[in-house]
């Protein structure tokens, strides 16, 4: 039961053409091109801001929302 509190970014690398732009557009530098590939280098650095996600324009990435916002 007990597993990662924190959701991140997943990266389709099937859908991936490795433009960069999420990479350049990520404001905590959690992003990089491995192999061709956007690739989450850096998780415990991402904000969740979700950028990636929005400018990505093949659709590769993907973050899975938390149920709960509450604060
Ligand atoms: S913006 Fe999308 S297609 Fe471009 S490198 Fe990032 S994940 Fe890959
Ligand atoms: S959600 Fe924001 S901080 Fe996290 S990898 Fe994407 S652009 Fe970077």
Same mark, same amino acid.
């Given at each position: 039961? /007990?597993? @990662? +509190?924190? #959701?991140? %970014?997943?990266?389709?690398? =099937? *859908?991936?053409?490795?433009?960069?732009?999420?990479?350049?557009?990520? %404001?905590?530098?959690?992003?990089? !091109? #491995? =192999?061709?590939?956007? /690739? !989450?280098?850096? +998780? @415990? /650095?991402?904000?969740?801001? /979700?950028?990636? @996600?929005? *400018?990505? %324009? @093949?659709?590769? $990435?993907? *973050? %899975?929302?938390? $149920?709960?916002?509450? =604060?």
């Amino acid at each position: 039961m /007990a597993g @990662e +509190p924190r #959701v991140q %970014p997943d990266i389709d690398e =099937d *859908l991936c053409t490795g433009c960069g732009q999420c990479v350049t557009a990520c %404001p905590t530098g959690a992003l990089r !091109l #491995v =192999d061709g590939h956007a /690739a !989450l280098v850096d +998780p @415990e /650095a991402c904000g969740y801001c /979700a950028d990636c @996600e929005d *400018l990505c %324009p @093949e659709g590769a $990435i993907a *973050l %899975p929302y938390e $149920i709960s916002f509450g =604060d």
